[in-house]
């Protein structure tokens, strides 16, 4: 029988409990998107590897998860990330000679090992790379000593997040065999903490650097990027600079420059066109400020940056060439170029703050030159850890700081900014920041989206075939350790659907899968699992109980299906389903096998009629 359910719980209980789901639920979307755009950006495996396994750690206390890799040549396994557990364990593991991990052997093996260490395994996860090949297992424990609450095994939550664990594994190993083309080469330490593009490496914008004296130029890499340039190419040359000016704009651009050495502006901003090296012409955006001085105030050096904007000109003239929407769209270039001084004593502030601090913080340059602890104001409160931990690992000696975190602006919703500095400290024990800060706000959302379209139906929104299959394969090995008896697997169907798209259409076809999805749903205990396997396919799994149970359950789905149908143009379309039901039990011979019987019965019960459900004989399951 099904269970009955819950009584009902005090309101502010029951509000409490969902507070906390949906807090821990957020906490962990934020941990696996994090860690995915480390994936995407090729961080090592053992960093991965070890975040995935210790994050799991700290999300559920009371178990312990350990990443071990195959290595089919040697027969080994090795310790891709294991927090929290025995050396001596370890040893042990590694040391085993292996020939398949994805089996009951090793599983009894590991078992075997870890009871003297006071470790009880739980799960144990295959690892399989795109080829299908067994790269490693993802093993869960509990402490032997303390006892195990199975409702918490049980929960979704608790699933969705050995899932995500596995995922996440998989596409670190995969993403870990897929080799790195071009690596970017640092500069010598000793100039970090005179160029600023060493902060930006990367990021799209343009730095120079300019000897008010000499008249030497220095460009970072993404400046000579713009103009089609290498790294190599350019002189230094202050004469050459203006060669590659247009001649229209060179004596607006002379005139701008001095005007700002001779302090009669607070900074130096241009707009003007200049040659590349095919010998094409962009506009760029050049802004700058002097940034030292001698006693006598003449200008020593000027830093600045430069974007390229032929785009946004272009836009502007066909807007009219409006020059007030031109201010708000160069002002739309995204990202802040910043210089931070911390001295010994600990107070920092800024030296340099570039106008993207509205498009990141929300917040105008002046505000953060005044009061730089106005940005823990804007600051996610849970990003806020995260963010002061970082900042001390630099103070403590780190040389390069990278954080993503989450900012609320005031009066804006909240965005993802990705901070990136290389800190140096000075003789004197100061410390020197050059850094930059993007709006990733886009590219979280989009990996949001891809997590999404890998796991979910996009018709249905319920999970996809390759979801449904790993929670079936995660189901069946919790039978084989006893941690639940019996599972029922129901194959469901919708009965002449082609008819539906022939006479009525693939959008009322559609509706129709919509419809019986969402009929599905309402149906399902907390514990249930159910998805899309294609077409008019559907799979359902009802974890604990038996055939009279699942009986009872597919004649409820029928009844509630038959009882809300669907309406079109005033009638309504008329779908029966037919359900096959086949008992998953530790004597299976596998999650596929069980699925098959499922399958097998569906042919019966449209050969019988349809509008039914059968039962898969047991016998044709068992294990050999």
């Known amino acids: 029988m099904m269970p009955e359910p819950t009584p009902n719980k005090d309101a502010a209980a029951i509000a409490a409990e969902h507070n906390r789901d949906c807090d821990f639920a957020r906490k962990a979307l934020a941990f696996n998107h994090l860690t995915l755009s480390y994936i995407a950006r090729g961080a090592p495996l053992d960093q991965l590897l070890d975040r995935i396994a210790s994050g799991f750690s700290c999300a559920t206390p009371q178990h312990m998860l350990a990443i071990f890799l195959f290595d089919a040549q040697a027969r080994r396994m090795r310790i891709g990330a294991a927090p929290r557990m025995a050396p001596a364990f370890l040893a042990e593991v590694t040391a085993l000679e292996v020939d398949d991990p994805d089996t009951p052997g090793f599983w009894r093996g590991l078992s075997a090992l870890g009871a003297p260490y006071g470790l009880r395994l739980r799960e144990m996860l295959p690892l399989r790379s795109f080829a299908g090949e067994v790269a490693g297992v993802l093993v869960v424990c509990a402490d032997g000593q303390a006892a195990v609450d199975d409702s918490v095994e049980r929960d979704q939550g608790y699933r969705d997040s050995v899932g995500a664990a596995v995922s996440m594994a998989m596409l670190a190993i995969e993403r870990s065999l897929v080799p790195v083309h071009v690596r970017v080469k640092g500069e010598p330490p000793g100039m970090a903490d005179e160029r600023m593009a060493l902060a930006i490496e990367g990021s799209g914008t343009g730095i120079w650097d300019r000897n008010a004296v000499t008249g030497e130029m220095y460009y970072s890499r993404g400046w000579k990027a713009i103009l089609g340039y290498e790294d190599w190419e350019l002189s230094s040359h202050l004469e050459d600079a203006y060669q590659r000016i247009h001649p229209d704009d060179l004596a607006y651009v002379q005139e701008t420059v001095r005007q700002h050495f001779e302090s009669r502006s607070d900074s130096y901003q241009v707009e003007h066109r200049i040659r590349c090296r095919d010998g094409s012409y962009k506009w760029i955006c050049s802004r700058g400020k002097v940034v030292a001085r001698d006693a006598q105030g003449n200008a020593l050096r000027m830093i600045g940056t430069t974007t390229d904007i032929t785009e946004i000109k272009r836009l502007t003239e066909k807007l009219a060439k409006s020059s007030r929407m031109l201010d708000y769209l160069t002002h739309e270039i995204p990202g802040m170029v910043f210089q931070f001084k911390v001295p010994p004593d600990g107070r920092g502030y800024f030296t340099y703050v570039s106008e993207g601090a509205r498009e990141t913080y929300g917040l105008t340059p002046q505000q953060l030159l005044e009061s730089p602890a106005v940005i823990k104001t804007v600051i996610h409160p849970e990003d806020m850890p995260l963010y002061e931990a970082a900042r001390q690992a630099v103070l403590a000696g780190a040389s390069h700081w990278i954080l993503e975190f989450r900012v609320m602006p005031p009066g804006q919703c909240v965005r993802w900014l990705r901070g990136e500095a290389r800190p140096r400290r000075l003789a004197d024990g100061t410390i020197l920041w050059h850094g930059f800060i993007s709006d990733i706000s886009q590219s979280k959302a989009i990996e949001l989206e891809l ?90 799994i009802l974890s604990g109980v038996d055939l009279q149970a699942a009986a009872e359950f597919a004649t409820r789905l029928q009844n509630c299906f038959a009882g809300q149908p669907l309406w079109h143009d005033g009638h309504k379309v008329e779908v029966t389903l037919s359900i096959e039901i086949a008992l998953m039990q530790a004597d299976s011979a596998g999650q596929e096998q069980v699925l098959r019987a499922s399958d097998d019965a569906l042919y019966r019960a449209k050969e019988r009629g349809r509008n039914r459900f059968e039962f898969a004989p047991l016998a044709c399951v068992p294990r050999g």
């Open 451 to 540: 997590q999404e379209f890998a796991l979910t139906d996009y018709l249905t929104q319920l999970p996809n075939r390759r979801h449904f299959m790993q929670r079936l394969q995660e189901e069946y090995n919790r039978i084989q350790r006893g941690i639940a008896g019996t599972a029922a697997v129901l194959m469901c169907d919708l009965d002449h659907f082609k008819r539906i798209n022939d006479s009525l259409g693939h959008a009322v076809g559609d509706q129709v899968l919509k419809h019986f999805a969402g009929v599905l749903m309402s149906q399902l205990r907390k514990t249930d699992a159910a998805g899309r396997l294609g077409g008019e396919e559907f799979a359902v």
